[in-house]
């Protein structure tokens, strides 16, 4: 999905239904590159056409608002995504946990041959499945009405049956006294991700560390790497660097 197509999604979330004639002028190109525009999101499921014009479907919120969360600090993400990348090596078992910057993590890691990686997140299943040279294992469970991911107790009890070599975690708010999540289920499935890996890192970019959570879902002493990006406060690299884990701040992409 390009920018423009991302952008059409947005105006489409907030209006209900949008003229192709009026996209056209909007974005400054021809009627047949809106309509095309409009065909692809049809095909993905994010809208109806009808008559010149599109109408929102059921998933476009849910899907618009993943989309977005990934646009918010996109270098910094991709740039920690690759940084992650580096420690996983051919053969390896690597879970991954939800959210956007584990997607790129996942997009980064699609040439190492012979890995297979466990996950609950649907965008990442999709980026890998084609991969022929990585086996992907979809966790199970029920997907989320809000995002686009599986949680649950079939989740939970799936995630802890297998071993990987590392786990690849997220947080939706990250302090001094550990990680965090605004859901409960997600907060329970991380922990059961955690459970069965020999190694634990954590990938958040420096925005989590002013957010607040409400159910932390591990201490920091429960992982031994964190990767976040270069624009982490001065006060926030200072408790950082005094945990006893490994602390990487990874410059943002040019």
């Known amino acids: 999905m390009n920018r423009r197509q991302a952008d059409i999604l947005e105006l489409l979330a907030t209006r209900g239904e949008l003229e192709v004639a009026a996209m056209a002028r909007r974005f400054r190109v021809n009627q047949a590159t809106v309509r095309r525009d409009f ?7 994010h809208l109806v056409r009808s008559h010149g014009a599109a109408i929102s479907s059921p998933a476009a919120l849910a899907q618009l608002a993943f989309v977005r969360k990934g646009q918010k600090n996109e270098r910094q993400k991709r740039a920690i995504g690759r940084a992650v990348a580096a420690e996983i090596k051919p053969g390896m078992v ?22 297979k990686v466990l996950t609950t997140s649907l965008p990442i299943a999709a980026v ?16 989320r009405r ?12 799936n995630l802890r049956r297998f071993r990987s070599d590392i786990a690849v975690l997220g947080a939706d708010a990250a302090g001094k006294d550990g990680l965090f ?41 429960d992982v031994a ?10 006060s926030d690299r200072a408790w950082l660097k005094k945990l006893a884990i490994e602390v990487r701040f990874v410059a943002k992409e040019t």
């Not at 890998?128 to 997907?143: D, K, R, S």
């Open 181 to 221: 999540t605004t859901d409960m289920a997600i907060a329970r499935t991380s922990q059961a991700m955690m459970s069965g890996a020999r190694r634990r890192v954590v990938a958040v970019d420096a925005t989590k560390f002013a957010a607040r959570g409400l159910f932390r879902y591990a201490p920091w002493d």
């Open 94 to 115: 690597v879970a991954l946990d939800t959210g956007t910057t584990a997607l790129e993590v996942a997009r980064a890691i699609t040439n190492i041959p012979g890995i």
């Open 146 to 157: 809000n995002d686009p991911d599986l949680s649950g107790a079939l989740t939970e009890e």
């Open 39 to 45: 065909q692809y999101l049809e095909d993905e499921g």
């Open 225 to 234: 790497a964190v990767y976040t990006d270069a624009s982490v406060t001065a």
């Open 128 to 143: 890998l499945h084609a991969q022929q040279n990585i086996e992907v294992i979809l966790m199970g469970g029920t997907v």
